[in-house]
């Protein structure tokens, strides 16, 4: 019978104002969905599972860099079923003997992020920029971000895949088995803006409109325990991540791809 080495979880409704809309719709895919993938897992005697959370929506706001022990206090319930999919998975641990790592992503960001898709301010950026359209910024644009390359997160999931099969300590509590991922540096949305338009020259100014429900004012990420089990550094800055995503886009004209957080 099949018998997976490890189940790598990527799979959720990543719309916070859709869970703010629908929160059963969003616990129904995002918790409940999760948590089938687990039983399967046991069921299948998978020796490993890897559970990408969202350090931006677990923690709430963050004016100062969040450590993976710092308190939950989740504004959406998009960030509620994270927080409460990791507490499933310490469960399944202690309960089953599933092992398992979660990484707390910072903003994801990079080439085949899908533009026309419900989250990912690079990509709408990148994408309205090229069209020559206008930029719509929601709120002030000085929240803030850790934004973190598609290539430095899929070099995480491989450190936490080797994490799994080490003589890691048995944690006690989820906390110890979770790591930030991100770039350890905060970006202002409006600054983020000024970069891209650097790179693609904005022929119609940005407007604002009014923030929306279940965003927040600043996330930032303390990545120090990554680098320290894992082994993890980010290695691509944000000039260099957002070049190579308008190059993308170029050269697909924005065609949808694989969506990212």
Excluded at 133 to 145: D, P, W
Excluded at 188 to 204: D, G, M, T
Excluded at 243 to 257: F, I, M
Aim: hydrophobic share 40%; glycine share 8%.
């Amino acid at each position: 019978s099949f018998r997976p080495h490890v189940v790598n979880h990527h799979a959720a409704q990543i719309d916070i104002r859709r869970s703010v809309e629908d929160p059963v719709f969003d616990a129904e895919v995002n918790v409940i969905g999760s948590v089938n993938l687990m039983q399967q897992a046991v069921r299948n005697r998978a020796e490993g599972f890897i559970f990408a959370s969202s350090g931006g929506a677990i923690y709430g706001e963050t004016p100062h860099p969040a450590v993976e022990t710092a308190a939950k206090a989740p504004i959406s319930p998009y960030g509620a079923a994270k927080a409460a999919v990791e507490n499933y998975l310490f469960a399944y641990r202690k309960t089953f003997g599933l092992n398992s790592v979660v990484l707390r992503y910072a903003n994801v960001y990079g080439p085949r992020q899908d533009p026309a898709g419900e989250a990912g301010v690079v990509s709408i950026f990148t994408s309205a920029l090229i069209a020559g359209g206008g930029v719509t910024i929601f709120g002030s644009g000085y929240q803030v971000r850790d934004y973190v390359f598609v290539v430095d997160v899929a070099r995480a999931n491989l450190l936490a895949r080797d994490r799994l099969f080490s003589d890691m300590q048995t944690p006690r509590n989820p906390d110890e088995s979770a790591f930030n991922i991100g770039s350890g540096r905060a970006t202002s949305v409006n600054a983020l803006y000024e970069e891209l338009a650097k790179i693609i020259p904005a022929s119609i100014a940005a407007v604002h409109a009014k923030s929306r429900p279940g965003e927040l004012m600043e996330s930032r990420l303390d990545i120090t325990r990554g680098h320290a089990v894992l082994g993890f550094s980010p290695r691509v800055k944000l000039a260099d991540g957002l070049l190579q995503t308008v190059a993308w886009q170029k050269n697909t004209k924005g065609t949808s791809g694989t969506r990212t957080r």
